[in-house]
Each structure stands twice: as C-alpha cells, then as structure tokens.
C-alpha cells in the first residue's frame, strides 16, 4: 500500500519519459480531465489532490466519485502538487493512470479501417490535436514512428483533451516494414505530400482500408517512406503560403476521407 509520500515520489518520476515506459504509468491534471477519465473508466491507480481543493465541494465531489470507482486518493500539500504541475495555474488534482494496451491485430483489421501514421511528428501540440481529430472521424489507431514525440507528454495530454483513452496509439514503430506488411494485407498508403499534383479532395477514398501519413513539421515524410507510398495527395493553397501546420492539414485530408465515406443523408 503506498503512502502519500510515495505516491508523490512516484508520480515526480513520471515527468521523465523513460520513467514513463518503464513502468506504463503516466499522470493527467485538471478536474474535467481527471473527471473524465474516472468516469469512462481509465485505470487510475491513484490521485493527488491538494490539500485546499479537498476541502472544497468540487474536491469532495471528486473523492467520492473516485471512491465509488474504487480509486484510492492522498490528500498533500499544495505546494507539492505544485511542483509536479505543467501548467501555469495548477488546479490542485492529478490522478497517475496505467498506460492503456492495445491489441494492434484488432485495430488493424476491417475493411474500411482508418489508421494514420506519424512520420517525427515532433510537436506535442500537433499530436495531441491528431489523436483529438481521429478521435472525432473514427480513426482506428495512431502508430507513432521513431522520432514522434511521446503521447504521455503533459502537453500531448493536454492538447488531446481526454480522447488518449479512447484512440489506440502505439509508440516507436518501424513505419517502413509496418507500411510494407499493411500493403500486403491490402490497405492503400496515402501520403499528405505538398508536392503532390492530386489534390486531397480529388482522390477517391470511398472504400477500402487506408493508412495516411503524415510527416515532420519541417522536412515532411522521409524519401523512402514517399517511395513506398501509392499515392500522394497536396492541399491546395494561396500563393505564396507553401505549408499548413501538420495537425491543420491532417484534419483536412482525414475529414475529406470522412466526408466521402458518410453515408448519412439529409432528409
């Protein structure tokens, strides 16, 4: 059983990456962020409130919702929680959950799966609005190449406002046989490419699994990553604007498949 002076011991290891892999726990902050995890069931190992905000309705309401979740909780020191914050105004909560598995055969089978894979993706802003947009379009799963930045990251966290329980996202894939062995099960590979002649709007991704590629703020997808690729699409732009921000142009070209692929029709 641990006491509160290791469970904040634990949780301050969390910060580092390794720490973060080598146990598959990370930590998430905020009361709508930690409400939202115990109410969609996360596994939550524990949380941190501060002293202050146990005292108040609001953290009272959250101890007993994590009591009926069977999730223990330490009341500490603000100033302690303070330190382990990567915000600017700590809220005074956070809960250290287990890192959700996933089974990659499962997410990758169907015959209209949506997976998109991340090429040194290197800003936690951008994947973390990624993971959010595929979230919102029914994306299968992530699948972060060497060189992505971590999903548990607080800022990734942040930006993905809660869906990091919901998107199945694997870390540190070797996206050229993963690429390879996708093709031979029949997924077309689509790669957002701004020298691309197609438009993303002009191609046609009605049916059929497919895997988007989505590459590196500045210099885009690796050279062989583009070789092995069946097709390369470009989002048109004004002259003189050579780039979006990677996250802008891959909800373009994953709404646009979206788009096609909505079988709703008004009445």
Request: net charge positive; glycine share 8%; charged share 25%.
């Amino acid at each position: 059983m641990l006491t509160a002076k290791q469970a904040v011991r634990f949780a301050r290891d969390l910060q580092k990456r390794k720490h973060r892999h080598d146990t598959k726990h990370f930590f998430i902050e905020g009361i709508n962020f930690v409400e939202d995890a115990l109410l969609n069931r996360a596994e939550i190992r524990y949380l941190l409130i501060s002293d202050k905000l146990c005292q108040k309705e609001k953290g009272k309401g959250v101890m007993e919702l994590a009591q009926s979740r069977g999730v223990p909780f330490f009341c500490v020191q603000e100033n302690a929680l303070a330190r382990l914050a990567d915000t600017e105004t700590p809220q005074g909560i956070l809960a250290v959950c287990k890192m959700p598995v996933w089974d990659e055969e499962q997410v990758i089978q169907g015959q209209d799966a949506l997976l998109v894979a991340l090429d040194g993706v290197q800003d936690p802003g951008n994947l973390g609005t990624m993971i959010r947009t595929g979230a919102g379009i029914g994306v299968n799963g992530f699948f972060l190449g060497e060189g992505t930045v971590d999903l548990y990251n607080s800022k990734v966290l942040r930006s993905t406002m809660g869906t990091t329980f919901q998107v199945p996202a694997f870390h540190r894939v070797q996206l050229i046989p993963f690429i390879k062995r996708l093709k031979s099960m029949g997924f077309k590979t689509v790669a957002a490419d701004p020298r691309a002649r197609i438009k993303h709007y002009g191609a046609d991704f009605r049916k059929g699994p497919l895997v988007v590629i989505i590459g590196n703020e500045s210099r885009g997808i690796s050279l062989e990553l583009l070789k092995a690729v069946d097709l390369r699409v470009s989002i048109p732009l004004a002259e003189g604007v050579e780039s979006l921000n990677a996250a802008v142009a891959a909800a373009l070209v994953l709404y646009e498949i979206f788009r096609q692929r909505d079988t709703q029709t008004e009445k």
